[in-house]
């Protein structure tokens, strides 16, 4: 997997070496007015994210933010800093704007780019008294063109070098199986926990972010993959229904770990424990065996109800007690739905 | 008086956008690189300077999020400071020789990308070194001139990012507990009902719990991630990473409240009290949230007689085998989430004063 992965690295430098070589080459052997506007555009959009669904969005975002931007900064120099230079003054403004709803908005590059091509050809003008009399109209259409034939060149370059060492649909793999490696670990901990009465601290707490992590990690994968040029847009309900039940077993196994900070009364025997044990064994292995992907599957629901036989359901178990066991069979089930739609995943 | 009204209807907005003033710092940090370098070429106006100086900083000062450590984040600016040198001198000084700008270009950015500073610094060093192609002075002695540009940028970068840690840091900590309790406070209000009837149409439950999933990493990030320099600022983390614990307790407790809307009218029938009592935690989590904001000892209200009541009538619901498990769920709920609150108000009764 690691080789992979560095090939894959390899594979994508030269990809973006490619690209903004040749955004270069045709700017400066064709010598366009703002020729380095493609190299750049080529440039910033690989800034925001490798993965090819990102590009093909930023691509868009970008030529549409410039758009924008550059009839902003024309309106701007036009009616209001050639009436009064002084409103050239809050440019750092809008250098602060750019960046703040930037973040603001999760990272939405397209208002970035709108600030920042403004911007840039404010602070330009403003800068270079070669080019206070400019007609930005004018320089804002060779922009715009450069903008455009910038985007052709990374597109081509996106489709035709080493197309998928830029696709997430390997990390989107990746990513699954160490999400199920960690669900695995957790159930574990809390389940040893519970059966020894003890509290979970606060330095547990990584543990439990790093499995939501990867969820939010995951998901924000997913939404770059639904952006790829080829994508079998009839598998996005089958990654639905992942991601779905990657979000139930987060909250399951937050469940958990409440119940067992609030215990209530335990009234369990040996016996109870050693079915909690192996059911939490079950329960982890089924999670390792999601993870190496194994074609044979006997239910966990299964499983787990034969280990409990209606244990669950005695008569003298406290509410928590009850609430755990169910909290696990909730996960088991999970587990079975995920590997139920593992397997009509064509690449997992 | 309209203005007033909307200046604090944005505040409002804008907290609840960005509860941990990330963006403000984020912004802030890109910025002040930017107006320093703005400031130097006001100032002193350096022979040749360009829109590289004052660009530049800014941009990589975006960089400095992607690690939570010092090292790091002086690591990561300083590989894209160096990347960025070498690049423009080189294309400085082979100015004339357009095919070997080509190579030099495609050079730096391969091996950038496939150097261990990894691909964040990279790709922005990238997109800097095409920027001075454009630059109309050429020449080695051009080349070393940006190279003094760029250490000063450098040094701005520095000093931009230890005085937005100095100056935000405890104020984004106050304030993403801040966000992080009213999120769980209103998630609670629209599933239970309690409160204003407004508050309770105005989101779905599913898009609060979202966000107190969003808030709650961001909080993390911020309060026990994040390594802070000053000394402080250690202390400020480590008094409000015990009050994040109570809030991840209480976003957790409230996991067990999500079907509260189907047993709605079972739980009206049975246990009519629990009503009172979701009324009494909105307003224990209220006092919390003031208490946060004022950093003043929260007001404690004795409310043991209605609980116990509400006991003996949960209680006797469930010795009538009335209620079924996922009603006891949110009994369960309420019961873990008036511990916890009680915790934390024993807990800001000697430490409110402290963050």
Known sequence: MAADKNTRKYHEAFKIAVAITAGTFIYQFFQLPYGHWMPLAIAFIYVGGKTQGLVMKRANDRFLGNLFGLLFAGLFASLLMSWDYRWGYILPAIWFGAFYFYFLMDYWYFIRQVFLSAF??????????AHENLNLWETMFDRMICVVFGGIVLLICEFTIFRESTSVKSDIIEMAGKFFYDCSEYIISVSERYLKKENIRYEFWPELASVSEKYSAGKKLYSSLENELGHDITQNVHYEK?????????GLLRSMKCIVNHPGEYNMTEGDSMKIRKASDVLSKSFKALLEQKTQWVSVREKLLDIFRGAPYRENASFPELLFTEKMMETADCADKMHEILSSLPHA | MKILTFSRDLRTYLLRCDPGLLCLAGALRCTLPSLGALFVWVYFKPPHSDILLLMTPGFLAILADLHHDWKGKIRIVFAAFLIIAIGQFGISVLYQTKFLILIWLFLVTFLSFISPSGRQPAAYASAMCVISLSFSDQGWH?????????????????ISLFAVSFTLSRFQMRSILRGFLSEIRFYFMSVTGSGKPAVFFARQAEEILRNIASVSLKANNIIKKEEYFYRENILSSEKASLILNYLHSFSRDTLFLENFREQRELIEKYIPLTFPVSESITQRLAGLLESLKKSFPPSITDCSALYEKWREEYQGAKNRKELPPSAEEIVYGFECLIKDICEMEKHLQNKASEL
């Open chain 1, 120 to 129: 840039a050809v404010l602070l330009v003008a403003i800068m270079n008294p």
């Open chain 1, 242 to 250: 992942f991601y779905d039940q990657m979000r139930k077993i987060c």
């Open chain 2, 142 to 158: 051009m080349g070393v001139n940006r190279i003094i540009e760029l250490i000063i940028g450098f040094i701005a970068v520095l």
